[in-house]
């Protein structure tokens, strides 16, 4: 999910950040770290609102020697919950056995730093926090240090620490559990030694991640499987063609449903439906399947696959709104026709389908409430549900519920779910109302990855490169009509639907790409890597057929065409050549290599796989994935992300991955009609190779995904010899 554009601007951090310190009512240290909105904002006269600081914001070191650190992200198979307090930790030369995290609750102390609200997307997790982390452990420890010193009547230049103790002259030593009081009285230093690379303890090291076990043994509660006293569950009657509103309701059969407490109508973010609550989700779903629902579907639009591929391939014959153009815009006229390519591609409306549902539980007092979401959006979710339930946001006690996945689809910018389940909720006083998405209703319930018609012309010179590049994308804006627009609208082109195309790391003389943003009545989000899925199989597949066009090696012609900036894509590219370099050239009959890189969100990747054919499908026996993401936090749990970012990234290419709609009506409703990737179409091995690097790190949960599916493509590309421009895979 990618709700910004990042800037030099935006990664300047306001130097007027500072820290909180108090003493624990329990005994104990506790620190609290607020930075302010990042320095181009207040630049623009907005001024941060009075800070209020938590009981426990970030890390509090109990009289037993536990150190609670606090994580302001989501968890929901990222491994941030075990990276951010790696970084505090080691900054703070805390005892990691002893390290416990927390997901943070929604306040104003968890706010991105970058993007000024508390959020996890953009691949902007450690990215985003890693200086903040770093310092605040740094501080901690002088704090610690400060007040070990001062008990022993020495200067702190003769202390040290390590492993949650200081270390004084004459063999004297304190636990931090024995200081926090009195560091918590000493004042809160401006400037905090950070630590050389060459003294991390935990930062790069393969650290197992504090929730393997938890998950491994079923023990780990997320969002789902809250469970308070008193509590109902609500599911929601959605119309079948989105906007659609109730005309007429017969509720008569559903009521007489064993457990069902009540039905009515309710107002959803466009339209309305109708809501059952009942003791148990299983009588709230009979009741809902016996509702007599008469729609209202007039006034709206009915959108269509079909139609809507013949008007897109329309708009792509026609120069969009510009967004990048460089050159000769006629250098494609003195190219011969036996020297241009035109290929145009189609990606359709692809689902999230994260495997915990969506959900939501809220619990209205009338002048307070408190919610209890798996969220992306913390900011936004928290203050929907105060604006439907007439309160202020701080009235709202948010907590922050573990995700089983998200992928972008618990980053939703009206907060359709927390709304319909705050207008519940607020019928329902003084009890606890868990909303639930089955998997129908989010297969069915919109916000899916737009569907995109591309349309590209290369110019071919004497040297077999891209002499000339046309290239139109037609798909529906993310972010017109909300908050984002300012930021990522210009010249009339979501940024979101060109990356990956517009800011391409190849060099090519005269390049035009252009844009259209139609409007269609269907909701659409983010989906893991936002524009880059379709933008970076575009190109890596074009790039591929140029290359086999001009009889040079995949990997040598990329290296030919990358700009000498891009020293990223290059490292990636060397150590991807260097580490499946043996296999590659060893390939059993009917197998095929395939290349690809692409960078996305700062962090360059390349991939190389292995495939075959069998059974009509493609047969990925090998992945090799080469990343340079600067300094690698936790190489374990990058590893994992691009594991699992691989398999992700081969939805779109799987039978059954795509949404369709007739009639204004999705044709899909689980997964027998939208299929993920199971565990044959997986590779039977992925192995990750890191770039070293002590440059600042960059995103690791999203560049795994657009590169899989290209070059899987290529590869296929060899064995059959068609090329590939229709997504999914259906025939091959």
């Given at each position: ?9 935006d ?11 108090s003493?624990?009512?329990?005994g104990g240290l506790?620190?609290?770290l ?12 907005q001024?941060?609102?009075?800070k ?8 509090h070191?109990r ?5 609670v650190?606090?994580?302001?992200r989501?968890?929901?198979?990222q ?20 390290v ?11 706010k991105d730093?970058v993007?000024g ?10 990215a ?25 009547h020495?200067?702190?230049d ?8 200081v ?9 931090y ?26 930062i ?9 076990r ?15 006293p008193?509590m ?7 119309p079948?063609?989105?906007g659609?509103r109730?005309?007429?309701?017969d ?5 007489t ?9 309710i107002q959803?973010?466009?339209g309305?439906?109708?809501?059952i ?17 008469d729609?209202?579907l007039?006034?709206i639009e009915?959108?269509?696959?079909a ?5 897109y ?17 006629k ?7 036996a020297?241009r390519i ?21 619990r ?5 409430a408190e919610?209890?979401?798996p969220s ?12 439907v ?7 709202v ?10 992928f ?9 779910v ?5 207008a519940?909720?607020?019928?329902h ?14 297969v069915r ?6 569907m ?19 290239h ?10 909300t908050p ?16 990956g ?5 190849y060099s090519?003389?005269?390049f035009?790409?252009s ?10 989000l983010?989906?893991r ?14 790039i ?10 995949p ?5 030919k065409l990358?700009?000498?900036?891009a ?7 060397d150590?991807?050549d260097q580490?499946?370099a ?11 290599s395939?290349?690809?890189c692409?960078?996305?969100f700062?962090t ?10 069998e059974?009509?499908?493609?047969r990925?026996?090998?992945?090799t ?22 398999g992700?990234?081969?939805t779109?290419l ?12 999705v ?5 027998d009609?939208y ?11 992925v192995?990750?190779?890191?770039v070293?690097?002590?440059e ?20 296929l ?9 229709s997504?999914?895979?259906v025939?091959i």
């Amino acid at each position: 999910m990618r709700p910004a554009l990042k800037t030099e601007n935006d990664q300047q951090l306001n130097r007027r950040s500072f820290l909180h310190v108090s003493a624990a009512a329990a005994g104990g240290l506790v620190v609290s770290l607020y930075l302010d909105l990042p320095a181009s904002a207040l630049a623009r006269g907005q001024m941060p609102p009075p800070k209020v600081y938590p009981p426990d914001a970030f890390v509090h070191i109990r009289p037993d020697g536990k150190i609670v650190i606090t994580v302001n992200r989501l968890e929901f198979g990222q491994g941030v919950q075990t990276s951010l307090p790696m970084v505090l930790a080691d900054e703070m030369d805390a005892d990691w056995s002893q390290v416990i995290p927390e997901l943070a609750p929604a306040a104003d102390v968890y706010k991105d730093p970058v993007f000024g609200f508390q959020m996890v997307g953009g691949s902007g997790s450690i990215a985003h926090s890693f200086q903040q982390y770093r310092e605040l452990g740094a501080k901690t420890r002088a704090m610690l240090i400060a007040a070990a010193a001062a008990r022993w009547h020495v200067t702190p230049d003769k202390c040290r620490t390590e492993n949650s103790v200081v270390y004084g002259p004459g063999n004297q030593s304190a636990r931090y559990a024995e200081l926090g009081t009195d560091a918590a009285r000493k004042p809160v230093p401006d400037k905090a030694t950070l630590k050389n690379p060459g003294e991390f303890r935990l930062i790069g090291k393969k650290v197992p991640r504090l929730d393997s076990r938890a998950k491994c043994d079923g023990s780990q509660k997320f969002g789902l499987d809250l469970d308070l006293p008193g509590m109902k569950i609500a599911v929601v009657a959605h119309p079948p063609v989105f906007g659609g509103r109730v005309k007429s309701l017969d509720d008569k059969e559903a009521r007489t449903i064993s457990g069902v407490r009540d039905v009515f109508e309710i107002q959803l973010v466009k339209g309305s439906g109708v809501a059952i609550v009942a003791d148990r989700f299983w009588a709230a779903k009979q009741a809902r399947d016996r509702l007599k629902i008469d729609w209202d579907l007039s006034g709206i639009e009915h959108p269509d696959s079909a139609q809507l591929w013949t008007r897109y391939k329309e708009l792509a014959r026609t120069p969009g709104n510009v967004a990048v153009a460089r050159g000769d815009d006629k250098a494609m006229d003195s190219i011969p026709a036996a020297r241009r390519i035109v290929a145009e591609y189609e990606f359709p409306y692809l689902a999230h389908t994260p495997m915990e549902p969506l959900n939501t539980t809220i619990r209205f007092d009338g002048d307070r409430a408190e919610a209890w979401v798996p969220s992306q959006f913390q900011t936004m979710d928290q203050m929907a549900i105060a604006q439907v339930l007439g309160l202020k946001p701080e009235q709202v006690t948010f907590h922050t519920e573990y995700a089983g996945g998200g992928f972008g689809r618990r980053a939703v910018i009206d907060s359709h779910v927390q709304r319909e389940a705050a207008a519940i909720a607020k019928r329902h006083r003084s009890t606890p109302i868990k909303l639930i998405w089955t998997r129908e209703d989010d297969v069915r319930g919109g916000y899916y990855r737009p569907m995109h018609a591309h349309r590209v012309e290369i110019g071919i010179g004497l040297d077999g490169l891209p002499a000339a590049w046309r290239h139109v994308i037609v798909g529906q804006s993310l972010v017109a009509g909300t908050p984002f627009a300012a930021m990522l609208i210009k010249n009339g082109v979501d940024q979101t639907t060109v990356e990956g195309a517009a800011d391409t790391n190849y060099s090519i003389s005269n390049f035009h790409v252009s844009a259209h943003n139609p409007t269609v009545n269907v909701p659409v989000l983010w989906w893991r890597s936002v524009g880059n899925t379709h933008t970076a199989f575009v190109m890596e597949t074009l790039i591929d057929e140029l290359a086999t066009r001009a009889k040079i090696d995949p990997i040598v012609y990329r290296r030919k065409l990358l700009k000498p900036e891009a020293k990223k894509l290059r490292a990636a590219l060397d150590l991807l050549d260097q580490e499946s370099a043996a296999w590659r050239n060893k390939l059993p009959k009917g197998h095929a290599s395939g290349i690809s890189c692409h960078e996305s969100f700062d962090t360059a990747v390349a991939c190389a796989v292995d495939v075959s054919i069998e059974n009509k499908r493609p047969r990925i026996h090998r992945a090799t994935v080469a990343v340079d993401c600067g300094l690698a936090v936790n190489p374990l749990t990058i590893e994992s992300q691009f594991q699992g970012g691989v398999g992700f990234g081969l939805t779109q290419l799987m039978t059954k991955g795509a949404i369709t709609l007739a009639d204004g009506r999705v044709e899909q409703r689980n997964f027998d009609g939208y299929a993920p990737p199971y565990i044959i179409d997986a590779p039977v091995m992925v192995d990750v190779h890191i770039v070293p690097s002590t440059e600042a790190p960059t995103g690791c949960g999203e560049p795994p995904v657009p590169v899989i599916s290209p070059a899987v493509v290529n590869a296929l590309a060899r064995l059959t010899g068609k090329r590939y421009r229709s997504l999914p895979l259906v025939n091959i």
